[in-house]
């Protein structure tokens, strides 16, 4: 049984900070790449970060590049977002997500249809 479960969220007010964790059991935790995505209300599911396997790649969508940081710690099984500069637009459903990868292609790891396993989501509220 493939379990991740996420924590850390919860309500802040904007250009305030949050550190979003990702525990894996069941699985070979050093083979998948893990992402994060979200969903706001009324919104599709969208990429957020990601990191590879071994850690050696990470990517970010535009929207947070520079104030989000994704990190993986393979001996503890966990995978965290720090989400400084939080702003009103960054309220949403965060998922932990993993897959395995062939190459670092975005085409795969920004789409959520890609992941193969989910968190059951931490809400992050931003307010202005």
């Known amino acids: 049984q493939v379990t991740l479960v996420e924590s850390g969220g919860g309500l802040v007010q904007a250009g305030g900070s949050l550190r979003l964790s990702c525990a894996a059991s069941?699985?070979?935790?050093?083979?998948?790449?893990v992402g994060w995505l979200r969903q706001a209300p009324g919104k599709e599911r969208e990429f957020v970060a990601v990191?590879?396997?071994?850690?050696?790649?990470?990517d970010y969508a535009d929207s947070v590049k520079g104030r989000f940081t994704i990190s993986r710690d393979s001996a503890r099984k966990t995978v965290s977002l720090q989400m400084n500069s939080l702003k009103p637009e960054d309220t949403a459903v965060y998922y932990c997500s993993a897959a395995q990868f062939t190459g670092f292609n975005s085409a795969h790891y920004t789409s959520p249809s890609a992941y193969d396993y989910w968190g059951q989501g931490t809400q992050v509220f931003v307010s202005s």
């Open positions: 069941g699985l070979f935790f050093s083979r998948y790449t």
């Open positions: 990191i590879t396997s071994n850690g050696g790649n990470t």
